[in-house]
């Protein structure tokens, strides 16, 4: 039996307000196991895209459905934003607690996850990025590189089943990025990744997708 998309936009229509339509009739399907990639210019509707898959953002016309089920509300993108992991294009946006530990700590904690399985979830996620030892660190004092790996800590400590990554290699060293590549294989069994690393895309993923008139379309050869 074939298993529901993971992600599922159909025939989705937004624009800002007083600007024509960034998307028209839009449709995008991630299919479980799928490694997606999302290129095109500044203000063409990456970021967006991922902000309507969020629920940050509501299109005027069109239907979003998640791990099969339709979202018709702020409480149907809540329980749907506990399998998306999304990681933001600025680290800044993304980090808001007083030290790494709590900011690892916080999503775990927010599903009342018991307080030894948290601090087992935070270690572990923290050794991955790179990151142990910097348990009691402001994340406002760490570097651009350290925030990033920070972010993605928070991240994949939630074991989502899929990851919408915004510039995930932004402000990484080479170190860094094979770090990327490591979680994106033990954790990342679907993903879309947006990014104008074009190396990196080539090896993370296995289609592309670009955005012309207002919809996604496969580039053929990338």
């Known amino acids: 039996m074939e298993k529901n998309p993971l992600i599922k936009?159909?025939?989705?229509?937004?624009?800002?307000?007083?600007?024509?339509?960034?998307?028209?009739k839009l449709d995008f399907t991630v299919p479980e196991g799928s490694r997606i990639g999302l290129i095109g210019p500044n203000g063409c509707g990456k970021t967006t895209l991922f902000n309507i898959i969020m629920g940050f953002l509501r299109p005027q016309k069109g239907v979003i459905e998640i791990d099969g089920k339709r979202m018709e509300g702020e409480k149907d993108f809540q329980k749907a934003r506990k399998i998306i992991g999304f990681l933001f294009q600025n680290s800044d946006d993304q980090l808001f607690c007083p030290s790494v530990r709590e900011e690892v700590a916080f999503g775990p904690l927010n599903l009342r996850t018991p307080k030894?399985?948290?601090?087992?979830?935070?270690?572990?996620?923290?050794?991955?990025?790179?990151?142990?030892?910097?348990?009691?660190?402001?994340?406002?004092?760490?570097?651009?590189?350290?925030?990033?790996?920070?972010?993605?800590?928070?991240?994949?400590?939630?074991?989502?089943?899929?990851?919408?990554?915004?510039?995930?290699?932004?402000?990484?060293?080479?170190?860094?990025?094979?770090?990327?590549?490591r979680i994106l294989k033990e954790f990342g069994s679907t993903y879309v990744v947006i990014s104008q690393d074009n190396d990196f895309l080539k090896k993370a993923v296995e289609i592309v997708y670009t955005f012309k008139n207002g919809r996604l379309e496969k580039i053929n050869e990338y």
């Open 9 to 24: 936009l159909s025939s989705i229509s937004f624009g800002y307000n007083g600007k024509p339509l960034l998307f028209d």
């Open 116 to 181: 030894p399985e948290v601090e087992k979830l935070v270690g572990e996620a923290l050794e991955m990025v790179g990151l142990k030892g910097y348990e009691e660190r402001a994340p406002y004092l760490l570097s651009e590189g350290e925030k990033k790996r920070l972010a993605i800590a928070s991240v994949i400590v939630m074991k989502p089943k899929v990851l919408l990554l915004d510039e995930p290699t932004n402000g990484l060293d080479e170190s860094g990025i094979t770090m990327v590549f």
